[in-house]
Nanobody, 124 residues
Framework: QVRLVESGGRLVQAGGSLRLSCAAS????????MGWFRQAPGNEREFVAG????????YYTDSVKGRFTISRDNAKNTVYLQMNTLKPEDTAVYSC?????????????????WGQGTQVTVSS
C-alpha cells in the first residue's frame, strides 16, 4: 500500500511558477513509476507528466512540454512537478499517481494509487 500526499498548489498569476510535491509512504517508492494528472472543472482528468522508477525516463503531454519538469528524489520518497510560465488554462486540481513496477502510463488505468490532489489556480 502506498499513500500519496500532494502539496504546493496555490493561486498564482499567469507567467509565474510553482513547484508541486508528492510525498509517498512506504519503502518501495523507488520501484514505482509516477505520474502527475490534472482535472479542470467540467473536464476529464488528463495526463500531465510521468517519470520512470529510476528517474531516467520522463514523459509529458504536448501542452506542457518546455514549461513543466517532472523529477523525483527516491531518497526522500518524493516526486516533483516544476511548473513555469503558467497559463490560465493550467488551472486544475493536480494529482499524483503511482504505478507499481511499471513504466508510467498516460492513462488513468495504468496507476495503482492516487493522491487527493492540490489546487492550482492561475489568474490572468
Amino acid at each position: 500500500q502506498v499513500r500519496l500526499v500532494e502539496s504546493g498548489g496555490r493561486l498564482v498569476q499567469a507567467g509565474g511558477s510553482l513547484r508541486l510535491s508528492c510525498a509517498a509512504s512506504g519503502r518501495t517508492f523507488s520501484t514505482y513509476g509516477m505520474g502527475w494528472f490534472r482535472q479542470a472543472p467540467g473536464n476529464e482528468r488528463e495526463f500531465v507528466a510521468g517519470i520512470s522508477a529510476s528517474g531516467v525516463g520522463t514523459y509529458y503531454t504536448d501542452s506542457v512540454k518546455g514549461r513543466f519538469t517532472i523529477s523525483r528524489d527516491n531518497a526522500k520518497n518524493t516526486v516533483y512537478l516544476q511548473m513555469n510560465t503558467l497559463k490560465p488554462e493550467d488551472t486544475a486540481v493536480y494529482s499524483c499517481a503511482a504505478a507499481a513496477g511499471r513504466v508510467p502510463s498516460r492513462t488513468l488505468s495504468g496507476y495503482d494509487y492516487w493522491g487527493q490532489g492540490t489546487q492550482v489556480t492561475v489568474s490572468s
